[in-house]
């Protein structure tokens, strides 16, 4: 007898497997697409698809120990820079953050500069590669070498610094989606400025100026990290600005308290997500439960109160924000002097306590039974009303960024008019890549919405130390 032909369900597919670069001797020269050349140094971090190596501007000397760049090196065909270099070519090209800094007086921002990028060829495989600053440690590090908790004042100035950088990349049409602690870096050589890195997750929101729509998708629930991600996240939504901003709160309180009321139930992700929406219009309630009434930071209440009200396609006041900040520091005595002081203080603005030593949880969306049956409740805190909802694209949205942006300025100089139109020539070149790979990236992101599979993602870290590297994957 004939047995039917059953097809059997496909269940939940794994991450697709990486393929592993091979690594390159110090010495090998690397020919970026502006056909700049770069020498790699030796390699100070390995990962599960790529290598990283100190590197600088190719010349007769061996790179050395305090090299000022650093190369990702991953094959081709590999899914991780891939991304990242989207989000790189596209906002974080030296003249664009330049020309920032100085329309908004800043004196830096927190965004790593996009120096090059290309493809390596050796033994008959093609290698990816991209080309940038290279950073100190990693606030994750310092916040677990200091008990878990940071000064009211370090708190502040940090958030200050970063509501900076988000401003950027938000005008630049993307969100990063992935704050926290071990994506945030100090200088390497000026250890109190801090940057944002790993955009490996960075999704642009609004490409051309059109902001996507909101729309909940199940099996991407609960992506970034557990802990800090966004409620917009957890309903499996594409990340937002208002999301960042919320990703920031719950960081800042973090490093301020040294937890966050839902850590102990990470492996339930229901939870953390019903915990979140529960407090979204209970912002006192939400600070007492991480703080003492003594010490509870108002203008961290004040601001997450101000984000809690976003609506999904809503542009954030971010100077009002800064602001709020501005006056935390005045209230404590202090001002915006943009040093980074990771000692606890003594003058009473920070509650000394215990600390347990706790893991970041990369969510993976997926509960076990006992955990699905949990009760969800919070002390008793309801939500009683929601966000508001996704209003139509206005003014707020950024609008389209016209290459004519992206072009250098011209010379006046008529003995330079060749080399620059040379280097027109090559900036028309590396702009349609751009474009091109830009086009790809959003064609994936739409295939992936489309999908009934969940795409892995994947967060990649590096952290350069003189004397150590940090290097994570977080799945």
């Not at 020269?29 to 100070?44: A, Y």
């Not at 019903?274 to 930071?297: A, H, Q």
């Not at 040379?422 to 900036?427: E, N, S, T």
């Not at 790809?440 to 004397?467: G, I």
Request: aromatic share 10%; with cysteine; hydrophobic share 30%.
């Amino acid at each position: 007898m004939t047995m039917p032909n059953i097809k059997k369900s496909a269940g939940k597919r794994g991450p697709r497997k990486r393929k592993l670069a091979e690594e390159f001797p110090p010495g090998e020269v690397f020919t970026d697409l502006l056909k700049k050349k770069w020498k790699l140094g030796p390699v100070i971090g390995k990962g599960g698809f790529g290598c990283l190596y100190l590197a600088d501007v190719n010349s007769s000397e061996s790179v050395t120990s305090d090299a000022p760049y650093v190369i990702k090196v991953e094959p081709s065909d590999n899914g991780p820079l891939f991304t990242e270099l989207s989000f790189y070519m596209r906002a974080a090209k030296p003249e664009l953050i330049k020309k920032w800094i100085s329309s908004h007086k800043l004196k830096y921002l927190g965004v790593p500069k996009y120096w090059g990028s290309g493809l390596h060829q050796k033994n008959g495989k093609s290698y990816r590669f991209m080309v940038m600053d290279r950073f100190g440690k990693d606030l994750q590090k310092i916040f677990e070498e200091q008990g878990k908790q940071f000064s009211r004042k370090t708190v502040l100035q940090l958030g200050l610094r970063i509501l900076n950088v988000l401003e950027y990349i938000h005008e630049h049409e993307y969100v990063h989606g992935d704050i926290k602690a071990s994506n945030l870096l100090l200088g390497h050589e000026i250890p109190n400025q801090v940057y944002l890195v790993d955009y490996g997750l960075a999704f642009r929101y609004s490409p051309e100026g059109n902001h996507k729509d909101y729309k909940e998708n199940p099996k991407r629930c609960h992506d970034g990290t557990l802990e800090f991600t966004s409620i917009d996240a957890h309903k499996g939504a594409s990340p937002s600005r208002r999301g960042d901003l919320e990703i920031l709160g719950y960081c800042m309180i973090c490093w301020l308290s040294g937890s966050l009321p839902w850590e102990d139930n990470l492996k339930n992700p229901d939870y953390v997500k019903e915990s979140k929406i529960r407090y979204t219009d209970n912002v006192s309630e939400f600070m007492l439960k991480c703080f003492t009434k003594e010490n509870k930071p108002d203008e961290i209440a004040r601001y997450m109160e101000k984000v809690m009200a976003l609506s999904y396609t809503e542009k954030p006041p971010y100077e009002e924000l800064r602001e709020i900040f501005l006056q935390g520091l005045q209230d404590i005595g202090h001002k915006d002097d943009g040093i980074l002081d990771f000692e606890v203080s003594l003058n009473g603005d920070v509650p000394a306590k215990p600390k347990t030593k706790r893991k970041l949880v990369a969510a993976s969306g997926t509960a076990t039974a006992d955990e699905d049956n949990a009760e969800i409740a919070v002390d008793g805190v309801k939500n009683t009303k929601k966000r508001k909802p996704a209003s139509p694209r206005s003014a707020d949205s950024p609008q389209p960024i016209h290459h004519s942006r992206l072009q250098p300025e011209a010379t006046s100089s008529s003995s330079s008019s060749s080399s620059s139109s040379h280097l027109q020539q090559d900036w028309s070149h590396q702009t349609q890549i751009t474009e091109d790979l830009t086009q790809t990236q959003d064609e994936l992101e739409t295939k992936e919405e489309s999908s009934e599979v969940k795409k892995p993602r994947m967060s990649f870290l590096l952290a350069l130390s003189s004397e150590s590297l940090v290097f994570f994957f977080f799945f």
